[in-house]
Nanobody, 128 residues
Framework: QVQLVESGGGSVRAGGSLRLSCAAS????????MGWFRQAPGKEREGVAA???????KYADPVKGRFTISRDNAKNTLVLQMNNLKPEDTAMYFC??????????????????????WGQGTQVTVSS
């Protein structure tokens, strides 16, 4: 049974930082594209950042230069370091694991059609 468990969300003021973690189990973690997505109330889920099985990374434009995604294949963990947070970053953040016929290279990201597994989410709230 695949499980993705996020942690690290919370409430911060604008300009602050948070570190989200995702612990994965039940899958061959190193083969998967791992991504962070977020969904704000009334909005669609959107891709935030992704890291492929080869370590290459992708970021959504609004978070470039502020967020850093990383993975530890030995510990089956995914981390999103979020700095200089803004009120518009407020959302529920989800960890996802994706793989396609081509492998875990995040080709479809920021689309999530290849993402098979999801965590339950962790809330991030940024106040001005």
């Amino acid at each position: 049974q695949v499980q993705l468990v996020e942690s690290g969300g919370g409430s911060v003021r604008a300009g602050g930082s948070l570190r989200l973690s995702c612990a994965a189990s039940g899958l061959t973690y190193r083969l998967y594209c791992m991504g962070w997505f977020r969904q704000a109330p009334g909005k669609e889920r959107e891709g935030v950042a992704a890291v492929a099985r080869d370590g290459s990374t992708k970021y959504a434009d609004p978070v470039k230069g502020r967020f850093t995604i990383s993975r530890d294949n030995a510990k089956n963990t995914l981390v999103l370091q979020m700095n200089n947070l803004k009120p518009e970053d407020t959302a529920m953040y989800f960890c996802g694991a994706g793989i396609s016929a081509s492998g875990g290279y995040c080709y479809a990201w920021p689309g999530f059609s290849d993402f098979r597994y999801w965590g339950q989410g962790t809330q991030v709230t940024v106040s001005s």
